[in-house]
């Protein structure tokens, strides 16, 4: 059974009942504390629940109760005996009890045995079980170890050992014991991965859980250990994290579905795996979609043209333009009735949608399917290819294009080709990377996205300073490497990426773009009339100060507002242009060695000459 605690999303217990039952859960977790600040009794929670399908396995936590002395211990029984009236009343037959933080309480296992083994006669007695928890801080019993040695000394039919992927991989506990364990005397298993942070349990705990597939815990190593239990009881979410709490809970919801179902499919002798259609092999972004209406279509032409596109070919029923350049292709559509022309009345000019070249659309779709991810299908003329869609970042659109259609059917088919003169390009290759902006509560959902449909790996997290505040960044990279995404966010809304988001809603804001010689690909542009971003002189004071460079390589760099940044395994050069319209900006990079970076060191240089270039244009900041 696929189950989610209250605590995981936002919103009042009727909204996170909605939600969870709408992503496709079958069962719930109620937090007390959720039931408490509700305005219902527990007899309507369990009304709305079978009214949406929803099983409710547990009420929880239930704390502080084992080896507690007198008159403490009487206390906890008769508040215990008041809990087994509350779980009839919502319905429910499990009680989850973690292990004891209390100060009072006694270092005896056998004591904590004692008592719950006469928790669990009393349940009994009204047809009832109880689960218990080591907690990663609890004051005696943080070990699931330990708590199962518990367990196993109480041994009563109605108790049972939860397990809680958070507090073993929060310890580093070795995972292998936990295959020893019957499954049939685990009771629930709770699923939660987080970053790695340096700070105490309880506070990592409480705001920076994710859901598996979001962190960096070893969830494979544990979900196999499960397998071997044969464990097949439910599957449970159980999330503290404080941007899940800003978030809408629907999406919440849904994201916890998808990553349960990555979890499902982590150990194939699991009794949970369910064959998933293969993630897709890649090949590199294959186009971009522009939307823009006429009086932007002079000037941004004009960039293209100066970056050494061509336009070459006009689409045989809609008003399209292509232009192309070695690997790339950018679309330009104009249209009025169309999905693009939605798209634009509310982020304005901007990136609509992207293709990717994929082995195999229909499978990719199928998975995506799978992992409950929009799909889009827009109105196909006559004669045209339909090319299969999925919905992205702000409703944008991922088209995605098997390699023959990629080689030159897709554009045969649909645009009137036209010839062109044949001038010189500026050497950019293909596209590099595609950076795109949200609000910081989706950043963890989008990354799920990427993982779960792409198999797309997650880099390590960027805070980049802005002048007016950090950005979080974390890029997305296809398994090989043809197809980097840099996700950002910022909380703070005078930030570059923080004023896209506030005032164009998010999405696409940089195109990077590759070269095998950014030296001569810049003179072309610069020779072309294109803007560059100034780079201050004091960045190539330093950077002489803390590399040994050959100073004709340093002036020639600096001669051409060119970024730098090596490590073991290779070297690195950007340049970058002004922003477009005060939206999106385009990178022009190259890559030397095995350099597979993002040139995070050169950020904050980056983002102080944008944020000046917007305060010289007289753009509000």
């Not at 007695?125 to 004051?139: C, Q, V």
Request: charged residues 25%; aromatic residues 8%; contains cysteine.
């Amino acid at each position: 059974m696929r189950a989610i605690a209250t605590v995981s999303i936002s919103g009042d217990l009727s909204d996170k009942l909605e939600a969870i039952a709408r992503a496709g859960f079958e069962g719930v977790e109620i937090f007390e504390n959720d039931l408490l600040s509700w305005g219902g009794t527990p007899e309507e929670v369990r009304e709305l629940a079978q009214s949406l399908g929803l099983k409710i396995i547990a009420l929880q936590p239930f704390r502080d109760f084992e080896a507690m002395p007198e008159p403490q211990r009487t206390r906890n029984l008769e508040r215990a005996e008041r809990k087994f009236e509350l779980m009839k009343a919502l319905g429910t037959d499990f009680l989850l009890v973690c292990s004891n933080t209390s100060n009072h309480a006694v270092d005896d296992p056998e004591r904590a045995a004692a008592d719950l083994r006469e928790m669990a006669e009393r349940a009994q007695a009204h047809g009832l079980r109880i689960g218990f928890e080591a907690l990663a801080w609890g004051r005696h019993i943080s070990d699931y170890r330990d708590a199962w040695d518990i367990v196993q000394r109480a041994d009563h039919p109605a108790l049972g050992l939860v397990l809680d992927s958070f507090h073993t991989l929060a310890l580093d506990l070795p995972t292998d014991p936990i295959a020893a364990i019957p499954g049939e005397r685990i009771f629930l298993v709770q699923l939660a991965d987080a970053p790695v942070m340096d700070m105490d349990v309880l506070s990592w705990s409480r705001h920076h859980r994710c859901f598996p597939g979001q962190g960096r815990f070893s969830m494979a190593s544990f979900m196999q250990a499960l397998a071997d239990t044969g464990y097949n009881g439910p599957l449970s979410h159980e999330i503290f994290n404080d941007s899940f709490r800003a978030a809408p809970p629907r999406e919440t919801a849904l994201d916890g579905m998808r990553s349960l179902i990555l979890m499902e499919n982590m150990a194939e002798h699991s009794p949970f795996f369910q064959s998933l259609p293969s993630p897709p092999v890649c090949d590199g972004v294959h186009f971009m979609e522009f939307t823009l209406d006429e009086e932007s279509a002079a000037p941004l032409s004009h960039w293209l043209a100066a970056m050494g596109f061509c336009r070459i070919g006009r689409h045989r029923s809609k008003n399209i333009d292509l232009w192309q350049q070695g690997d790339m292709h950018v679309v330009l559509n104009f249209e009025t009735d169309s999905f693009a022309h939605t798209y634009r009345l509310i982020h304005g000019i901007s990136v609509c949608a992207m293709g990717f070249r994929v082995n195999d659309p229909e499978l990719v779709m199928a998975r995506a399917s799978a992992f409950q991810a929009r799909s889009y299908s827009g109105p196909i003329g006559a004669g045209e290819l339909k090319i299969p869609a999925l919905r992205g970042i702000e409703g944008s659109l991922i088209y995605l294009v098997d390699p023959e259609t990629a080689r030159d059917r897709q554009w045969r088919t649909d645009f009137e080709l036209s010839a062109h003169d044949e001038q010189p390009d500026a050497g950019l290759a293909r596209i590099d990377h595609i950076s795109q902006v949200m609000p910081s509560t989706q950043l963890l959902s989008w990354q799920l996205f990427y993982k779960t449909i792409f198999d797309f790996e997650a880099g390590s997290e960027h805070e980049l300073a802005d002048p007016r505040g950090l950005v979080l960044s974390q890029a997305m990279t296809s398994r090989d490497g043809t197809i980097r995404l840099p996700l950002n966010a910022s909380q703070a809304t005078e930030t570059l990426p923080g004023r896209f988001q506030a005032e164009h809603k998010g999405g696409v804001q940089q195109i990077a773009l590759a070269t095998e010689d950014i030296f001569a690909t810049v003179d072309q542009l610069i020779a072309n009339g294109l803007p560059l971003l100034d780079i201050p002189a004091n960045y190539y004071d330093d950077l002489a100060a803390r590399m040994d460079m050959d100073p004709e390589l340093l002036q020639a760099m600096q001669d051409r507002n060119i970024l730098y940044d090596r490590n073991e395994d290779g070297e690195f050069f950007q340049a970058y242009t002004p922003l477009f319209a005060d939206r999106f900006y385009f990178e022009i990079l190259e890559r030397r060695g095995n350099y597979q970076q993002f040139g995070a060191v050169n950020a904050p240089i980056r983002l102080a000459a944008q944020s000046r270039q917007v305060s010289q244009s007289g753009s509000r900041r």
